[in-house]
């Protein structure tokens, strides 16, 4: 009987000391995966950032197009309506490129990719965007 108490008193102690062993383990897992988790945060957004810059460039050449169909100086018309539609921090390197051709006026509008945040430093490639629209006839109604 003596031999069976004793062996029940270290099995209780063994249990009672077991979470104290892996205090911590939670901690230490969760800080060794922080950089993982941060990385995979960082290329997220940054995929945002090209997407939206796609977007930009898009949608500010269809509104250069549109633009330069019903105006008298379609060069001048096409050149400020794509940089208009282009917010502050993606303006800066955007080039906006219009021409006219077979009763169409075409726009392509390059941007730059920002680098995690807009405004600052760009990658070496460039999005592009093109459009075009026909040229209305008799100008606007």
């Known amino acids: ?31 060794g995966m922080t950089p993982l988790i941060i990385l995979t945060l960082v290329l997220l957004w940054q995929c945002v950032l090209v997407g939206y810059t796609f977007t930009l460039a898009g949608n500010a050449a269809d509104m250069a197009a549109r633009a330069g169909t019903a105006a008298e100086d379609r060069q001048g018309a096409c050149q400020e309506a794509g940089l208009r539609h282009l917010p502050g921090a993606w303006e800066g390197g955007a080039q906006v490129n219009c021409g006219e051709s077979g009763g169409l006026v075409t726009a392509d509008v390059h941007l730059e990719v920002p680098v995690l945040f807009p405004g600052a430093i760009g990658f070496p490639f460039q999005v592009d965007g093109h459009a075009g629209a026909v040229i209305e006839e008799g100008g606007p109604r």
Do not use: Y
Request: aromatic share 4%.
């Open 1 to 31: 009987m003596s031999g069976c108490g004793g062996r029940q008193g270290t099995n209780r102690r063994a249990r009672a000391l077991a979470p104290r062993r892996d205090r911590g383990q939670v901690t230490i897992e969760f800080l």
